[in-house]
């Protein structure tokens, strides 16, 4: 996608969300002989500051620096796990290809309402819940994993429906042992909301 | 007095001389600036452009004097900001997030937050950096 584009204007940043760092993520951007800049959010602070609740989700942002499309679930039709390369869905490559060739005329660039429904004001359980997501990161990274669980514990209770916060924490723990769940069963879990959201490419122009 | 440390945001600080009082945390005038950036000064407590009053029927929740000086409760003071944070006792760690006036505000100019994030070769990159095309931000993780 991006080698179709790149004379078009248009760049693919990537930004991996990964507590454990280069380490955990160096393999699949090498593998990928990614050209594009391959950022690394180890705190997960901008996945935060964008409301990222599920990856991989996607943001578009035009030439002025003004978000034009939020959040979008792209979870990929196909990847592969040796080199964590993601084949996106055909109908998101497209609504990509019309914004490039576009611009703001494109059906597919989101008004404020659209905007809004992607991502919705915070209220203070949010905020409080990325707090204690961020102490349970700080300790599972300093050694102190089995205090780092009950702060992530408070964080999944209180915004259950970022996903961010749970894949972290199973990841840096075991999700059968230190959460008494799995993975198959969490997702089913109703209060969490859908895992794979349905990708809505929708005419958010009218809001 | 004992030893905290104290992740405000982005910055982590070890401060030598906190008080915590269970759920309170009292800090020296010097490791609040430290640590946080906020300093007290007769208008209240100040960094670069904003001046939080502390309201007379607060003042004594947030400000008294130690021994060693005139201390600080951050914990009373990120309720005044509407500030969520966190607390590890065991550890003695302590996470601050943002203030209430960011957070309820972060999007309502529709512009993309700015960040400055470090590619795998540790070079740092800001979004103003990478403006000028139409950017696809794709956050991924391998979890």
């Known amino acids: ?207 | 007095m004992s030893a905290a440390t104290i992740l405000y945001q982005q910055s982590e600080t070890r401060v030598e001389d906190a008080e915590e009082d269970g759920t309170k945390l009292w800090l020296t005038l010097a490791d609040l600036t430290a640590a946080t950036g906020w300093t007290l000064k007769p208008e209240g407590v100040c960094k670069d452009e904003i001046c939080v009053p502390a309201p007379d029927a607060r003042r004594a929740a947030l400000i008294r004097d130690g021994a060693s000086g005139t201390l600080l409760d951050l914990t009373e003071f990120a309720r005044l900001i509407e500030q969520p944070f966190a607390h590890d006792e065991k550890s003695s760690v302590w996470y601050f997030g943002p203030a209430g006036w960011e957070w309820k505000t972060k999007l309502s100019s529709r512009r993309a937050p700015d960040f400055v994030l470090p590619d795998i070769a540790g070079k740092p990159h800001t979004l103003a950096e990478l403006l000028g095309k139409k950017l696809l931000i794709l956050f991924w993780a391998s979890w």
């Open chain 1, 1 to 207: 996608m991006r080698q179709e584009l790149k004379d078009s204007n248009f760049e693919v940043v990537t930004i991996a969300c990964d507590a454990k760092g280069r380490a955990a993520v160096e393999p699949f951007i090498e593998a990928a002989h990614q050209m594009h800049p391959s950022l690394l959010d180890e705190k997960l602070a901008v996945a935060e500051l964008y409301d990222v609740r599920n990856v991989p989700a996607a943001f578009w942002i035009d030439e002025t620096g003004r978000m034009v499309r939020a959040n979008d679930p792209i979870y990929a039709q196909k990847r592969n796990r040796e080199t964590g390369e993601v084949t996106l869905n055909r109908e998101y490559m497209d609504a990509v290809r019309d914004w490039v060739a576009k611009g703001s005329a494109s059906d597919y660039v989101m008004n404020e309402h659209g905007l809004d429904a992607r991502m919705p004001a915070l209220d203070s359980d949010d905020v409080q819940a990325a707090a204690f997501f961020q102490l349970g990161t700080y300790l599972a990274m300093h050694g102190h994993s089995a205090d780092a669980l009950v702060h992530f514990k408070r964080a999944h209770a209180r915004r259950p429906e970022n996903w961010t916060y749970k894949r972290q924490a199973w990841s840096l723990g075991d999700i059968e042992r230190d959460y008494g769940t799995t993975f198959q069963e969490a997702v089913k879990d109703p209060a969490s909301g859908p895992f794979y959201p349905p990708l809505d490419l929708g005419d958010h122009r009218k809001g």
